[in-house]
Each structure stands twice: as C-alpha cells, then as structure tokens.
C-alpha cells in the first residue's frame, strides 16, 4: 500500500504561482508512474501531469507551458510547479502512483488551490 500526504496549496491571484508537493510512503519501491490530478467543484477528477521513474512527463492540454512537474526518487516526492494560474485552475489537486500491478492507490485529503480573478 502506499500513502500520500499534498502540501503548498492556497490562495492567489490570477497570474501567480504556487509549487505543490506531495510525499509518498509506503509500498513505494514499486512506484513507476507518479501523476497529479485535480477535482474542481462539480466536475470529475483529472489528469493534469504524470512522471516516469525516469523523468518523462506528459501534461494535460489546459496546462502546458504553465505548469512543471518533477520528483525526486530518494525522497519519494512528487513536485508541480504552476505558474500564470488562472481561476479555472481553482481545485482540490491530488498525487497519486502507478505500479505494475496497480493504476492507483487509495486518495489522500489533497491540497486546495484557489485562484481569484
């Protein structure tokens, strides 16, 4: 099993930035896909970015060019740099993981993220 704990959310304006973090522990030597997700008021969760074990990304369409992730394999963090946020960004973001043998582990609380125009 694998745990998550999101962190770095909050409040601000349209144009800024905020860098969220989340660590995993746990079963997390079987980790190979990292990925951010995001849960909007009335909408349905969604992908925003995933990471290799070895570093390659893919972002969703909304957010390329303006968002970054990253992760640090020793330190079971996955980071998400956002940059020029916009109100439509506003969510509850989430981590989670993928394994060989799994799609995705149990939700953590996530983290708020609230852009105000």
């Known amino acids: 099993q694998v745990q998550f704990v999101e962190s770095g959310g909050g409040l601000v304006q349209a144009g800024g930035s905020l860098r969220l973090s989340c660590a995993a522990s746990g079963s997390t030597f079987s980790i190979n896909t990292m990925g951010w997700y995001r849960q909007a008021p009335g909408k349905e969760r969604e992908l925003v970015a995933t990471i290799s074990r070895d570093g390659s990304t893919n972002y969703a369409d909304s957010v390329k060019g303006r968002f970054s992730i990253s992760r640090d394999n020793a330190k079971n963090t996955v980071y998400l740099q956002m940059n020029n946020l916009k109100p439509e960004d506003t969510a509850v973001y989430y981590c989670?993981?993928?394994?060989?043998?799994?799609?995705?582990?149990?939700w953590g609380s996530g983290t708020q993220v609230t852009v105000s125009s």
């Open positions: 989670n993981a993928r394994t060989p043998l799994r799609p995705y582990f149990p």
